[in-house]
């Protein structure tokens, strides 16, 4: 195997490490007909099954990572519970604060 290959799964799986997987599930989505049961009828029909895929939320924005800063398609879920290190931004025409 030559070294190219190897550095690209090693670069692709420490992105799945930080990000987790970010391809879309596969599913089914049921169409049906009749009324159901305790609503008395006589209970659901499924007429046709199509096979889809449940899609993650993911955006596109500026993360930190190795001390520097790179666009990464991540999972909304990730930035809300805040496993995902933004890169601080200050105003415009400000100096940061010197301690």
Known sequence: MSTLKKNKRIKQAKK????????????????????AKYLGGNGRKTTGITIRK??????????????QIVRRNVPVRL???????????RA??????QK
């Not at 987790?20 to 049921?30: E, H, I, V, Y």
């Not at 993650?56 to 990572?65: A, D, G, K, P, T």
């Open 16 to 35: 799945v490490a930080l990000y987790g997987d970010t391809k879309p599930a596969a599913g089914r989505s049921l169409c049906e007909r009749g009324k």
């Open 79 to 89: 930035i809300r519970s805040g496993l995902v290190n933004k890169p601080v931004v």
């Open 54 to 67: 449940f899609r993650q939320n993911l955006q596109s924005i500026r993360v930190e990572e190795d001390g």
């Open 92 to 97: 415009p025409f400000t100096l940061d604060d």
